[in-house]
């Protein structure tokens, strides 16, 4: 049985930082792509970033959120700087059985197994 399991979310001030994990079990998915969505209240859920040959991001976290793998521990990390009010949402993580290219990566459907989320609130 496939999970994920995502953590590190919390209460930060805007500005700060946090580093979100998700560490895979029942299979390993350290050579095919993983992507973190988020979802705010009342609204849809959006695509953050995705890694696969390389990696890529939504225009809103660009250059301050970056997405790494560690294929010892088929875990993927979201590294979120400068964040904002904006970015409070619940995270998620997902993992596809297959590498996906961007115009494939961005999109929900192309993912295979979720995560639970993990609540992150940017507020001061």
């Known amino acids: 049985q496939v999970q994920l399991v995502e953590s590190g979310g919390g209460l930060v001030q805007p500005g700060g930082s946090l580093r979100l994990s998700c560490a895979a079990s029942g299979r390993t998915f350290r050579s095919y792509a993983m992507g973190w969505f988020r979802q705010a209240h009342g609204k849809e859920r959006e695509f953050v970033a995705a890694?696969?040959?390389?990696?890529y991001y939504a225009d809103s976290v660009k250059g301050r959120f970056t997405i790494s793998r560690d294929s010892a521990k088929d875990t993927v990390y979201l590294q979120m700087d400068s964040l904002k009010p904006e970015d409070t949402a619940v995270y998620y993580c997902a993992a596809a059985g297959r590498l996906l290219a961007p115009s494939a990566g961005t999109l929900q459907r192309s993912y295979d197994y979720w995560g639970q989320g993990t609540q992150v609130t940017v507020s001061s």
């Open positions: 890694i696969s040959w390389n990696t």
